[in-house]
């Protein structure tokens, strides 16, 4: 069986390691972090991750939608997990409407992510 691989797209440096861990300790392969939807575009565009972890609220105040919407014009059947502590409707409408394959809410349980996962 062929190694999942993950990119994360997550601006808190702890938050990303904490999401980075139990990707690996699951078997994944982590691409790589970025902090905001162009640095997730520079840095993921040439490897095409199977699962994309991202959250809603990024640096430089681009967001998770842009990175799903950039990314599955490159890779329709990319795989997309927000994990956000948003609570404004208004994010979480745009979230809905990118059609990510879960939302999982911050704080985060490592279960969730495995589940996702594995």
């Known amino acids: 069986m062929d190694e999942t691989t993950v990119a994360i797209v997550e601006d808190e440096v702890l938050i990303a390691l904490d999401l980075q861990f139990p990707c690996e300790e699951a078997g994944c392969c982590v691409l790589g972090i970025a902090t905001t939807a162009a640095g997730a575009q520079q840095k993921f565009s040439d490897v095409l991750p199977d699962v994309r972890i991202t959250d809603m609220d990024l640096a430089d105040s681009s967001d998770g939608v842009e990175v799903v919407e950039h990314m599955r014009i490159l890779r329709?059947?990319?795989?997309?997990?927000?994990?956000t502590a948003t609570t404004a409707l208004g994010k979480l409408h745009r979230i809905a409407a990118a059609r990510p394959d879960r939302v999982l809410k911050k704080p985060l349980r490592v279960e969730d992510l495995f589940d996702e996962l594995l």
């Open 76 to 83: 329709p059947d990319v795989a997309f997990i927000f994990v």
